[in-house]
Every structure is written in structure tokens, then in C-alpha cells.
């Protein structure tokens, strides 16, 4: 049956980060939908921000596009050119290499859910407001210097 049942599929809050930088997402809780499913061409998330989650450290992919859409809630969508509210039914593209760091926040009180869907890749990707990469799937600092 194509109709996922989101109760039985696994929810996580883990993050690859080093401890310096995975504070702001200790409040987002999310569901990796396209494995469990069958699908190999992109990967899905259900991804729930408790009040006060960041969905990721602000980033940019090189050779990833990124789509989302709102569920319920609200969260603030911060990227280059500003702040923009995201609501239930709002989406927003995020294509690869165009150098425009983004993360949605959620500033309310109550959560918000969303839909993320990307293509699982190795692709490096840029982390502006830190001293923080991501290259051969692996966290170093800009410099390339190993956390400590």
C-alpha cells in the first residue's frame, strides 16, 4: 500500500554535528520516509521543530537540491536575503551550488512540521555563520582541521 503510516516508522533526533554546534537542533525530531518506502531517487523527511529547534545550522549544498513544505506551525525561514514566515501550505526551493545559506527556525510556541526532500548525496556542504564543513561526509573546520 502506498500510504505511509507515520506511527510506525522509526523518529529520530541524531545528529552528526560536533557538540559545539548541535545545540539548535536537539528540538528537531524527524522521520527519513524514502528508505522504509522503497525510494532511491530522492530522499523524504517528516520533520516536527519543537519550539526553539533550528532545522540544521544555516547551509548551503553543492551538489544538492533541497525542497520544503509546511505543514503545521511556524517557523522562520533565515537565509541570505533575510527573514521570511513559513506557514502550512508554504514552500521553499533551495537548489544546488547557489551559495544561499537557509535554515528554518521555529521562534513559537507551539511546533511546526514539515517536508523536506533532497537527494541523499556525499555533496560538500557550507556551513557561513560557522567554522564548520562538511566534505567526504565527514564535520571539519574550515580550515579542514579535525574537531576536537
Known amino acids: 500500500m502506498p500510504k505511509l503510516d507515520l506511527d510506525t516508522i522509526p523518529q529520530t533526533n541524531a545528529t552528526g554535528y560536533p557538540v559545539a554546534y548541535?545545540?539548535?537542533v536537539e528540538g528537531r525530531w524527524y522521520q527519513r520516509l524514502a528508505a522504509v518506502s522503497?525510494?532511491?531517487?530522492?530522499?523524504?523527511s517528516h520533520v516536527t521543530l519543537k519550539p526553539g529547534a533550528w532545522s540544521a545550522q544555516r547551509h548551503w549544498h553543492e551538489d544538492e537540491d533541497e525542497f520544503v513544505v509546511m505543514l503545521t506551525g511556524e517557523a522562520v525561514l533565515v537565509d541570505d536575503s533575510g527573514e521570511t514566515v513559513m506557514r502550512a501550505g508554504d514552500c521553499a526551493v533551495f537548489p544546488k551550488d547557489d551559495g544561499n545559506g537557509h535554515v528554518l527556525q521555529n521562534r513559537s510556541d507551539t511546533e511546526c512540521v514539515f517536508i523536506a526532500v533532497g537527494r541523499p548525496s556525499q555533496s560538500d556542504c557550507h556551513y557561513p555563520d560557522i567554522d564548520m564543513h562538511l566534505t567526504g561526509g565527514r564535520f571539519v573546520r574550515k580550515d579542514g582541521s579535525a574537531f576536537g
Open 22 to 24: 548541535a545545540g539548535v
Open 38 to 44: 522503497g525510494l532511491s531517487d530522492f530522499g523524504v
